[in-house]
């Protein structure tokens, strides 16, 4: 496989569940990023990572917890969630944090509280 | 705080009519613009990456071009295929690698 890839692409769940969303990058990169798609709204940076490490935390509710086990796995555990949490979440990489190194995205995963 | 503005909202367009989209901008020291192309179910897809005011870059039927407010995506002779949400972002001098998008301009390409 190449480029990013995230599972599952669909995923309905109750207020009082817990899943995790799954990322990994096949591009060799070193920094993965978390962000949230709502509808007629731009993208929202949620979590960055550089070296398994977390470098960036825009506030997001604790209710949203992720994990960088590696360079190449990304994931968003989730627990407790609001029907506000309905959205896309789109796992990005890049190599490095430079202009001149894009962050390339996998397709997401759609969101559904119920 | 960097602001992203994207305009129009929706553009609809015949098959072969050239037109641009907008992107308006202030940040505190630009890094870096970026355009994205993303189809509906999928995730953005990178187009380009612009620096200074004064640089184009081109992609087959596509142009980006850029000053110190804004960048225009200019679109010549549109396919169908060319139909999707065009994103704008921006990142800025500062230590982080935060990227700041706009909403995004839907444009449709009618055969």
């Known amino acids: 496989e190449t480029g990013v890839t995230q599972t599952p692409r669909h995923l309905v769940m109750g207020m009082t569940n817990k899943k995790s969303l799954k990322c990994e990058q096949h591009?060799?990169?070193?920094?993965m990023y978390w962000y949230k798609q709502s509808a007629k709204k731009p993208l929202e940076l949620m979590f960055v990572?550089?070296?398994?490490?977390?470098?960036e935390n825009n506030s997001v509710p604790s209710r949203f917890s992720p994990e960088c086990p590696n360079s190449s796995h990304l994931f968003l555990h989730l627990h407790t969630l609001q029907p506000e949490d309905s959205a896309l979440y789109l796992c990005?990489?890049?190599?490095?944090?430079?202009?001149?190194?894009?962050?390339?995205f996998g397709d997401g995963t759609r969101l559904s509280i119920l | 705080e960097d602001q992203v503005t994207q305009s129009p909202e929706a553009l609809r367009l015949q098959e072969g009519e050239s037109s641009s989209l907008n992107c308006s901008y202030t940040?505190?020291?630009?890094?870096?613009l970026f355009w994205y192309r993303q189809d509906p179910g999928k995730g953005p897809e990178f187009l380009f990456t612009?620096?200074?005011a004064g640089e184009e870059k081109e992609k087959e039927r596509l142009k980006a071009t850029l000053t110190k407010k804004e960048s225009f995506l200019h679109i010549t002779a549109p396919k169908p295929e060319d139909s999707a949400t065009y994103l704008c972002?921006?990142?800025?001098?500062?230590?982080?690698?935060?990227?700041?998008f706009g909403k995004g301009i839907t444009l449709s390409v009618r055969p």
């Open positions: 990005a990489s890049s190599q490095g944090s430079g202009p001149n190194q894009p962050q390339h």
């Open positions: 591009l060799g990169h070193n920094a």
């Open positions: 990572y550089n070296f398994k490490e977390q470098t």
């Open positions: 940040v505190s020291g630009l890094r870096g």
């Open positions: 612009l620096y200074s």
């Open positions: 972002a921006v990142q800025n001098t500062g230590a982080n690698s935060k990227l700041t």
